[in-house]
């Protein structure tokens, strides 16, 4: 990286955020919240931000620090995502660096060389690297604008990305008490956002908090069947040819799922701690570089990368949390266009995230929160209601209206229907049969099928022998999963998923407590889905921008490419997809009417303005 001079940054009063938004950036204006923040960090204020992924945290420390005097220290825990930023800022003509593991001993002193002379307007820290005496003792001879605590939730230690280096990070206020810092995060729970202001000196800071809605992600549940199965009519029907990242709980399972999605024709990769770090980073840049890569991980996998064009989110196996669900469905779609949040979730999930919690060597305390955590993402699944109403309410938004039209219960309500009787006819099942039986085995006993274990235990001479049988085995397991989802049964740990009745169940047996239950069969919800979300791309079409000029777009996107190639960055940081689809749509016929377009700053049109205006003339419509 050549040093560049740095920008203009004499007190100058008239230096206005958003005309620096705009000639940096190339944004014509703020989103929600980000004016307030930036005034309120540029002048000096502390602060707590809390904003979903893709609401624009970035800006809210990029812009002050390009205001103040002095350097932003940006404090991040994520590599890739500091040296994509990094890139981003570079391309965009700011005086950006990182200092972390990844570089030489000669590249660091350069970059520390650069801070002390003032020549960096923005520099990406790891947080143990900033915690090091030398580093300290280095920010106490520089001018520094600003800290910018990037993902603050790792301070919690109820959160699920704990890191203990976060800590540490106490001492900036110590240290620097007249340097403002403004901490970030995309976790909203109110227990977190407690301990980051704690831990980081900004109790009495304002707090801004943006409503997490992601109104672009379509969220979707379905009833687990044959979930690889189930993935690849998803892909091809709705997602064929676009990135995607699929959630599995174990690295078995991730090789698994990834070799059949590409025996389907589908190039998808697996990516977990188990494989080699080299095919790990070049797995992870091919699904960063590439178009329509489906990426198969752990939940590990997605922490700290910035792609905005993920257009689904999978999970085969349940989360750990609301959190957890929210945060991982929440990497796709950063970019604002429509993405889906797809789940398939069945009893098995439920018995296998319970046995988890009892056996992990947590503390009472712990495994009670666990357990609550879990059981309010098994109620999301098993809701009839507005998945995302649900979902904000949980973070604390009550406020929002009951349907959100972009949800499968939204888009296609389900069924519901008193299931009092087949509650006790399970449950009286479960308990005749002495509440030492899988799932399985009730069914077998309901449906009156006599298998060579009905035979064993003379359950065929029981009285609910067979007193299930206008219901199919798949029907019957949805009514249990609910039943173990409600309360009523609980899968035994110790017993190989023996299901027991637990005490609310006597209130189902006694007819006194009322039991709703869910129907619906998926391919008639599938369909309703997919002919709505049709009728909703043809609408945006007919609306005009992406079906604009294909050709152009086309065009537009190879030049991309080869440009992103030639110099090594993602795709998107020469280029968003909506600056590309802005292009295609306007149709710029000189630099000045390109300079309109949203993602277009000054830099950008210096360096490709001329050769974007010969695409648009040379590319028929
Ligand atoms: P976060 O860090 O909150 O996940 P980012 O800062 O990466 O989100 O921003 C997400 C996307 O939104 C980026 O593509 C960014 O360019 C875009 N964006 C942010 N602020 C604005 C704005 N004021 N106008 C238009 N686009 C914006
Ligand atoms: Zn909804």
């Known amino acids: 990286m050549t040093a560049q001079p740095a920008l203009d940054r004499t007190p100058n009063p008239t230096r206005d955020p958003l005309s620096v938004l705009n000639s940096i950036f190339g944004l014509p204006g703020f989103r929600g919240a980000q004016a307030q923040i930036v005034r309120h960090v540029a002048d000096g204020g502390n602060c707590l931000v809390l904003m979903p992924t893709g609401g624009g945290k970035s800006l809210c420390y990029q812009l002050p620090s390009l205001l103040r005097d002095g350097c932003g220290i940006v404090v991040s825990p994520l590599i890739a995502l500091m040296r994509d930023q990094v890139a981003g800022l570079v391309e965009a003509g700011v005086n950006a660096a990182v200092l972390n593991s990844t570089l030489s001993y000669g590249e660091a002193s350069e970059v520390e060389r650069r801070l002390l002379a003032g020549n960096l307007d923005l520099l990406y820290v790891a947080p143990e690297r900033l915690l090091t005496p030398r580093c300290l003792s280095l920010l106490g001879q520089a001018r520094i604008a600003l800290f910018a605590i990037d993902e603050a939730h790792c301070v919690s230690q109820w959160g699920h990305d704990f890191r203990p280096e976060y800590i540490g990070l106490s001492v900036l206020a110590e240290r620097f008490p007249d340097v403002p810092r403004i901490a970030l995060t995309a976790t909203a729970d109110a227990l977190t956002r407690q301990e980051i202001a704690e831990r980081l000196s900004l109790t009495d800071a304002p707090h801004f908090v943006a409503s997490f809605d992601r109104p672009n992600i379509r969220y979707e549940i379905v009833d687990k069947q044959n979930a690889v199965t189930q993935l690849k009519n998803f892909i091809a029907k709705r997602h064929s040819g676009e990135a995607g990242v699929v959630y599995c709980l174990s690295r078995a399972k991730v090789d698994d799922v990834a070799a059949t999605l590409k025996d389907a024709g589908i190039p998808a990769l697996p990516y977990h701690a188990g494989l080699d770090a080299a095919v790990r980073a070049r797995h992870q840049d091919r699904f960063i570089n590439e178009d329509g890569i489906v990426i198969v991980a752990t939940i590990a996998f997605g922490m700290g990368i910035d792609k905005p064009d993920v257009r689904f989110v999978a999970h085969l196996d349940l989360p750990k949390s609301i959190e957890a669900y929210y945060q991982e469905t929440g990497r796709a779609g950063r970019d604002g266009k429509p993405s889906t949040a797809w789940m398939a979730y069945g009893l ?252 277009i700053g000054d830099k950008k049109l210096e360096h490709y303005g001329d050769e974007l205006i010969r695409l648009v003339r040379t590319t028929e419509n």
């Not at 046995?355 to 109620?379: H, N, Q």
């Not at 309703?528 to 609306?543: F, M, P, Q, V």
């Not at 993602?570 to 300079?595: F, K, N, Q």
């Open 348 to 599: 098995s999930d439920i018995v296998q995230q319970r046995r988890m919690i009892d056996e992990s060597t947590g503390s009472d305390a712990f495994k009670r929160v666990s357990i609550g955590k879990l059981d309010a993402l098994v109620a999301l699944a098993e809701t009839v209601h507005c998945r995302r109403h649900r979902l904000l309410g949980y973070f604390g938004e009550t406020d929002r209206a009951e349907r959100c039209g972009n949800c499968d219960n939204c888009l296609s309500p389900p069924r519901v229907r008193d299931g009092k009787v087949l509650a006790q006819k399970l449950l009286s099942c479960a308990y005749r049969t002495g509440q030492r039986f899988g799932a399985m085995h009730l069914i077998d006993v309901l449906v009156g099928r006599l298998t060579e274990r009905v035979k064993q235990f003379n359950h065929d001479q029981l009285s609910v022998f067979g007193i299930g049988r206008e219901l199919n085995e798949k029907q019957w397991r949805a009514v249990l999963r609910q039943l173990v989802a409600m309360g009523h049964l609980r899968a035994d740990s110790d017993a190989y998923g023996a299901l027991k009745l637990t005490d609310a169940a006597r209130g189902v047996l006694r007819g006194e407590t009322p039991v709703m239950l869910r129907e619906q069969p998926e391919g008639a919800r599938n369909r309703a889905i997919r002919d709505k979300s049709r009728r909703g791309e043809l609408a945006t079409a007919a609306n005009g921008k992406e079906a604009a000029s294909p050709a152009l777009h086309a065009a537009l996107r190879a030049w991309r490419a080869e440009v992103a190639r030639q110099r090594g960055v993602p795709a998107y940081v020469v280029l968003h997809d909506s600056t590309i689809d802005g292009i295609a749509a306007v149709r710029p016929e000189t630099l000045t009417e390109l300079r309109c377009i949203a993602g």
